[in-house]
């Protein structure tokens, strides 16, 4: 539609939009204002359940568990099609059949190739 | 309930792909030269972009699914985009020791994603298809391990693409929750007859649209990722994304925009001609102060998803028309400058790769592709007698005879910015000396026979379609008759 | 019954807090487990939906979203452990190898 293209039915929109951030600046600067700032080590130091904390709070895991993790949580969701299917597919008939083993052998490209890849390998 | 065995053959090119891949994903496991692998992967290419050829229009899957002009135009951009990026990539791979057969499976997945998504009849196939194209390429971003700034940017690729399909996604929800459908056409109807057309709910789901859209067009204010990612990712497959899912987005963006929301058309001009125009601003001016040349690409591609906008909001038959002609040009030229940049790769050097400075003097010591830049740079900037001209000049003029004209005025305006950082890598190659020191890179005379192909085919379609626009326009026109 | 508004304003409303964890928080990790809560807004709303209208189709969408999270998450991973291998950082601000 040419010449609808000036948005005025839009100007509400800008106005509260200009409203929102001011408020939230405002709010902000209230708030930097009023607050108090006394830090101190303790309590500046992450909450360990009342114990003084002790080393690094991140451990380093092996990669492997990632990798196992991963390929669990591909395989394991990939089951939630599974499902519906064994709900209905008498209802639908050879399609279903034909479609889920198709599925499932998509399925089992990837873990042949996990496999072949070594992604199984725990050493 | 009555269940009928589902029309195949619309779907056949996406199935032989598919499947295609998965195959080839098992056999490069014995496969040892790499090579292999990128000819099966073309083998693969070409007989899909056949059957795209021979498969007759129709529409399977109750309706979710269908094959018309439209989607196959946008086919054979994908297959030609992924073909390309495949015949680039070897001496890439090889030189930073990450020659994988999986590049190859990637690649041919991601065009299979972006093809269902051409197709795409229904919200819930557009998702699909979409995150199959995405996913493909978040991993294929990241491809050089061992680089920081590839993990890099798949890791912002990745971030900021789920970010956006979680915005396309909550659009559907409300799509579906206000019309209790998910089929485009159908959305349309729904929408005109229970009078939907002021419901606030349906313009959030709309603004939601834009906002998913826009972060995989790459359309400003959502561009923020597209330089970092362009400029990490091994350029063989920045050439490939800058191109491909962008095609696959604008051709979502065209059919959700004017089949499903055909009728809210004054919203969404509303919204996309500010962005349009900000997309042009953003990336011409920005990509004026780029230092490395992957950069400056990635914000010319930011400011062409910009001029490609434009066909859209005219929303007419003509205009969609000439944007996907646009995109075809676009991406001829695109992965033209890319082939270059890749020529001129130094393998592991990354500090010195990809550097501007890199095209000084290149007129003197390598002639050819010195000329061949200076095609795709002129097409980038639309010089005549470039393709790059002939597709600008048909998006403005449907954009005028749309009644856009400020839109266009702007466009041009920036067309004449982006002269500016265009033309200057030409200086660089025909004014300056090479640098001091500078080691030419290695066997930029002896680049591989797949780039001499894709060089010569870029090169001669950007001036072909540039004297002889008329069959592709003819094409493009045909194919955007089904709006 | 609960109404359907109620579990729309619910959805609305994680979604939102997933929006402003992944622009506020620095961590890759939790950036990626905002992105999994909009996700998961976004499920609750078709799922309410689907009930309200008594149609199949959202439930469907829903099942595609899980799986294809699920991959989502597993691409994700491995991109963040290719990450760490060379960086050994999951902070935003300190993976900034490319400026301008």
């Known amino acids: 539609m040419p010449g609808s293209y ?25 708030g930097n204002f009023l607050r108090l700032r006394r830090p101190y080590p303790e309590k500046l130091s992450p909450y360990e359940s009342g114990m ?36 209905a597919y008498d209802k639908i008939g050879l399609f279903a059949i034909v479609e889920m083993f198709l599925f499932i052998s998509v399925l089992l490209v990837g873990y042949a190739y996990a496999w072949k890849r070594e992604a199984f390998n725990w050493e | ?45 070409m007989v899909t972009g056949f059957t795209v050829y021979s498969t007759p229009s129709g529409v399977t899957f109750g309706g979710m699914f269908s094959v018309d002009a439209y989607s196959s135009f946008f086919k054979y951009i994908f297959i030609l985009s992924a073909a390309m990026a495949i015949l680039v990539s070897g001496r890439y791979l090889r030189w930073r020791n990450e020659e994988h057969g999986e590049y190859y ?34 991993v294929l971003a990241g491809f050089i391990r061992g680089e920081v700034k590839s993990n890099e940017s798949a890791l912002k690729y990745f971030l900021l693409g789920a970010f956006s399909s979680a915005f396309l996604l909550y659009g559907i929800s409300l799509i579906y929750g206000l019309t209790g459908i998910t089929r485009l056409n159908l959305v349309a109807s729904a929408i005109s007859e229970s009078g939907l057309v002021d419901n606030p709910v349906l313009f959030m789901a709309l603004l939601m649209f834009v906002v998913a859209f826009g972060f995989k067009v790459a359309a400003a204010p959502f561009h923020m990722w597209a330089p970092d990612v362009y400029e990490g990712a091994p350029t063989p497959v920045t050439a490939f994304m800058s191109v491909g899912p962008k095609a696959a987005g604008f051709a979502v963006m065209a059919r959700v925009f004017l089949v499903a929301l055909h009728s ?143 839109v266009v005025l702007a466009a041009v305006f920036f067309s004449v910015i982006s002269a500016y950082f265009y033309l200057r890598v030409v200086k660089f190659m025909y004014m300056e000396e090479p640098e001091e020191g500078e080691i030419p890179a290695a066997s930029m005379s002896t680049a591989p026979v797949s780039i001499t192909i894709v060089l010569a085919v870029t090169a001669l379609a950007v001036l072909l379609i540039g004297v002889y626009p008329e069959a592709l326009l003819a094409m493009a026109k045909n194919s955007a008759l089904i709006f | ?3 359907v508004t109620w579990y729309m304003m619910l959805s609305a409303a994680i979604f939102c807090i ?49 799986a294809v999270a699920a991959a989502e998450a597993a691409i994700g991973l491995a ?16 993976i900034k190898e490319m400026e301008g």
């Not at chain 1, 196992?68 to 099609?81: K, P």
């Not at chain 2, 199935?15 to 014995?30: E, K, N, R």
């Not at chain 2, 269902?116 to 390429?137: C, H, Q, V, W």
């Open chain 3, 79 to 94: 991109i963040i452990i290719s990450l760490f291998r060379n960086r050994a950082t999951v902070h935003v601000d300190e």
């Open chain 1, 6 to 30: 000036i948005p005025t039915n839009y100007l509400p929109v800008l106005i509260i939009f200009i409203i929102a951030s001011c408020f939230g600046l405002v709010m902000l600067t209230i």
């Open chain 3, 1 to 3: 019954m609960i109404p």
């Open chain 2, 105 to 138: 499976t990637l690649i041919l997945l991601s065009t299979a994603g972006m093809m269902i998504m051409a197709s795409a009849a229904d919200l819930i196939t557009i998702y699909l298809g979409l995150e199959l194209m995405a996913l493909s390429t978040y």
């Open chain 2, 1 to 45: 309930m009555n269940f009928q065995f589902p029309d195949l053959t619309p779907v056949l090119p996406e199935a032989f792909l598919v499947l295609g891949a998965l195959l080839l994903l098992l056999i490069d496991l014995s496969i040892k030269n790499k090579n292999a692998t990128a000819f099966i992967s073309l083998v693969l290419l």
């Open chain 2, 264 to 406: 809210l058309q004054a919203d969404w001009t509303t919204v996309l001609v500010p962005i349009a125009i900000l997309t042009m601003a953003v990336g011409n001016i920005i990509a004026l102060s780029q230092q490395n040349i992957k950069r400056m690409l990635a914000y010319s591609s930011i400011a062409h998803a910009g001029y490609a906008l434009i066909g859209l909001i005219t929303g007419t038959s003509a205009g969609i028309s000439a944007m996907m002609n646009y995109l075809i040009i676009y991406a001829f030229m695109n992965i033209g400058a890319f082939s270059i940049v890749i020529i001129l790769d130094k393998g592991r050097v990354p500090a010195s790769s990809d550097r501007l400075d890199n095209f000084k003097g290149l007129a003197k010591t390598h002639p050819v592709p010195a000329f061949l830049m200076l095609i795709f740079m002129f097409s980038l900037t639309g010089i005549p007698p470039t393709a790059g001209f002939m597709g600008k000049f048909y998006l403005f003029m449907n954009a005028v005879e749309a009644g856009y004209t400020f």
């Open chain 1, 52 to 87: 003084p904390p002790v080393g690094e709070p991140r451990y380093r895991f092996d990669v492997k568990f990632y990798v196992i993790a991963m390929l669990f949580v591909v395989f394991d969701v990939e089951t939630v099609f599974l499902y519906p299917w064994a709900v």
């Open chain 3, 18 to 66: 997933g929006i402003f964890g992944f622009i506020a928080r620095r961590n890759v990790i939790i950036m990626f487990i905002s992105i999994e809560l909009m996700l998961n807004a976004v499920n609750i709303n078709l799922v309410a939906m689907s009930h309200y209208l008594q149609d199949m189709r959202g439930q469907i969408l829903v099942f595609f979203i899980i």
